[in-house]
C-alpha cells in the first residue's frame, strides 16, 4: 500500500467553480500535511502546510485534515484559469522523508 | 527571491552515456534533494545531502550517484543511462531547521530523454 494515495483526475471544472481535491494516506501518526501546485513545465511550489488535524485557510484556499479518516483534502473556492496546474499532496514523515501523492490535474476553463 | 537553478531544461542521451544534471542553490539551505517525476507515480526521492559531501539514499538510488563539493552544488550522475531513466528530474532544496512550513524550495526540473 502506498502511503499517499491521491486520484489522478484530470479534473475539467468550469471558471468560479468550487474545487475539492482530495488524498487518503496510510500511517495514523502523520502529523505534517502539505499541498503543492505545479504548473505545466516547471516545478513544485508550496502552496499550503497543515500541521496535525483541522483547517487552514488562505484567500480562496482552504486545506483540511481529518485524521480519524486519514484523508486530506484542498478547496479552492471562485476557481479562475490561473489555477489551471497540477496539485500534488505531501505528508512529511521524519524530517526530510517526503512521501508525494501523484498529482491531480486540474483544469479551469474560462 | 529564492531560486534553485537546473542548468539543463531538456537533454536527449543515448544508452550508455554518463549524463550530468546539476543544480544550484542560493538560499544556504543545508539539505538539498534530487527527485524523479513519472506520471502516476508521483516524485519519487532518489538522493538527498544534509551536508557538503554528505549524502543519503532515497527510494530509487539504483542507478545514480550524488556529489555535493559545495554547500550551493548538488550533482545527480547517471553512470551509464539506461531508457527507463528517462523522466522529469527535479532539484529541491530546504533549510536545516525549517519544520515550520514543511516547504521543499524546486527547481524547474530536468526534462531527460534516453534514446
Redesign the interface.
Known amino acids: 500500500q502506498k502511503e ?1 494515495e ?1 486520484d ?1 483526475g484530470p479534473l475539467s471544472v468550469p471558471e468560479g467553480a468550487i474545487v475539492s481535491l482530495n488524498c487518503t494516506y496510510s500511517n495514523s501518526a502523520f502529523q ?1 500535511f ?1 499541498w503543492y501546485r505545479q504548473y505545466s ?6 502552496l499550503m ?1 497543515t500541521y496535525s488535524s483541522g483547517n487552514k485557510e488562505d484567500g480562496r484556499f482552504t486545506a483540511q485534515v481529518d485524521k480519524s479518516s486519514k484523508y486530506i483534502s484542498l478547496f479552492i473556492r471562485d476557481s479562475q484559469p490561473s489555477d489551471s496546474a497540477t496539485y ?1 499532496c ?1 505528508i ?1 514523515n521524519n ?2 522523508k ?1 512521501y ?4 491531480t490535474k486540474l483544469n479551469v476553463k474560462p | 527571491d529564492v531560486k ?1 537553478t537546473q542548468s539543463s531544461r531538456y537533454l536527449v542521451k543515448r544508452t550508455g552515456e554518463k549524463v550530468f544534471l546539476e543544480c544550484v542553490q542560493d538560499m544556504d539551505h543545508e ?1 538539498m ?1 534530487w527527485y524523479r517525476q513519472d ?5 519519487r ?1 532518489i538522493y ?1 545531502s ?1 551536508d557538503v559531501k554528505m549524502k543519503e539514499k532515497g527510494d530509487i538510488p539504483e542507478g545514480y550517484s550524488v556529489s555535493r563539493e559545495k554547500k550551493e552544488r548538488f550533482s545527480l550522475i547517471l553512470e551509464s543511462a539506461s531508457t527507463n531513466q528517462t523522466s522529469m528530474y ?1 532539484c ?1 532544496s ?1 533549510e536545516l531547521a525549517d ?1 515550520n ?4 524550495f ?4 530536468s526534462r531527460l530523454t534516453v534514446l
Open positions: 499517499v491521491q489522478p505534517y502539505m513545465r516547471k516545478g513544485p511550489e508550496l502546510y500534488l505531501a512529511e524530517f526530510n517526503f508525494f501523492g501523484s498529482g | 534553485v539539505n534533494f506520471p502516476g507515480l508521483g516524485l526521492l538527498f544534509y527535479l529541491a530546504r519544520r512550513t514543511g516547504e521543499l524546486f527547481g524547474e526540473g
